[in-house]
């Protein structure tokens, strides 16, 4: 681009619409002696096109014109979508009242009489110019203001889902804390497994809920324990090999997992585990290995298991197995005090134990 082009692009433009050429001249020559870029438009008819092409800062436009006259030009200038506002100078041979009103009313800015002072047209020009740019600054800070706000409020929105979780992650931060203290203190294993599962169950609004472990007598399977809201032929049809591919996933994984976004492998597992009722499977971990296994159904909503859920899931299955851990061990070391070490037989401790359970018995069989 040449020094000359810059220098041009820099002048404030002006759109002449007048029919007489030289009007045209005349303007042209004082204008441009004053910084600024003229360009002419003869058939007002083309008012339109002529704005499209040189994209003037401000219109000079004849009132009387016989095409199109200076009133119906305005009115097509101003039904323009336009990016900045252009004003319009009215030039007019009419001195009547009725028709400044007029070209004022359709959307002149100003207007000035026929034969007119330079001087007075230069300075009426300036300060539309003024008006223009005030005009135009305007505009650009009410964008630059509404895009803000726009900001703020998808800043607000993110604040409120935010918050929103938070609140969610405190209620199962107090969920878990309130398992805690009703179910894993307890002691004996089949009454924890029950509290345990009743929990789940208002915890994650769950349909149904199943614990499985591994068997006594064969530790590679993992059979049904206790569960709530499944009927009989599920809970008789349920079991896990430790040595199946689904466990092996969940051994890598060490975490919940749904159904429906197990690997396309797993989709015959997935399937089978479906028509079961089971929606996502848990596994619950001790030191890495697999010690048992939290089913849970589809939840009362119709709706996926949130992240959030899930996680939920995991602290819980991990805290579950340490409690039903000890619960083993007490049972364990309870069987261990009623029995003589020597011959295997229960021992007088066992004796008194259920002399009192007798007792009590017929105390309230006879009441």
């Known amino acids: 681009m040449n020094n ?3 220098s041009d692009a820099k002048k404030p433009r002006i759109l002449v619409v007048d029919d007489e050429q030289s009007v045209h001249k005349l303007l042209r020559a004082y204008l441009e002696r004053h910084d600024y870029d003229v360009r002419s438009c003869l058939q007002s008819r083309e008012v339109v096109e002529k704005i499209a092409e040189h994209e003037p800062d401000l219109i000079l436009l004849d009132l009387m014109m016989p095409e199109l006259d200076g009133i119906s030009a ?6 323009l979508d336009l990016q900045s506002y252009l004003p319009i100078i009215v030039l007019t041979a009419k001195k009547e009242k009725w028709d400044m009103v007029t070209a004022l009313e359709a959307g002149a800015d100003d207007y000035i009489t026929k034969p007119f002072d330079f001087d007075e047209l230069l300075a009426r020009i300036k300060n539309m110019l003024r008006i223009k740019s005030l005009q135009d600054t305007l505009v650009r800070r009410t964008v630059e203001v509404d895009e803000a706000n726009q900001q703020i409020s998808r ?5 409120v889902k935010t918050n929103k979780q938070l609140q969610r992650k405190l209620y199962d931060f107090h969920n878990l804390f309130e398992v805690s203290y009703r179910v894993m203190g307890q002691l004996e294993f089949h009454k924890l497994v029950r509290k345990a599962l009743v929990n789940i169950l208002g915890i994650f609004g769950t349909r149904n809920a199943v614990l499985l472990q591994a068997e ?3 530790s590679d399977f993992f059979t049904v324990i206790d569960s709530r809201g499944m009927n009989d032929e599920v809970i008789n049809s349920l079991h896990f090999s430790r040595h199946s591919a689904l466990i092996h ?4 994984e060490k975490k919940a997992v749904q159904m429906q976004h197990l690997p396309e492998e797993f989709a015959e597992i997935a399937a089978e585990l479906k028509s079961a009722e089971i929606e996502v499977v848990a596994p619950m971990l001790s030191n890495d290995d697999i010690t048992g296994l939290v089913c849970l159904g589809a939840n009362f909503k119709g709706e996926p298991y949130s992240e959030e859920n899930l996680e939920t899931l995991g602290i819980l299955t991990n805290m579950l197995s340490v409690a039903t851990h000890n619960a083993r061990n007490y049972e364990r070391l309870r069987e261990l005090s009623y029995t003589d070490g020597m011959t295997g037989l229960h021992n ?4 008194r134990l259920r002399i009192k359970e007798e007792l009590a018995r017929a105390r309230r069989e006879s009441s």
């Open 4 to 6: 000359k082009a810059v």
């Open 74 to 79: 305005t009115r097509r200038i101003r039904n």
């Open 155 to 159: 800043l607000n929105t993110v604040l």
């Open 216 to 218: 006594k007598e064969n």
């Open 249 to 252: 996933y969940l051994e890598l």
């Open 348 to 351: 007088y401790r066992f004796f």
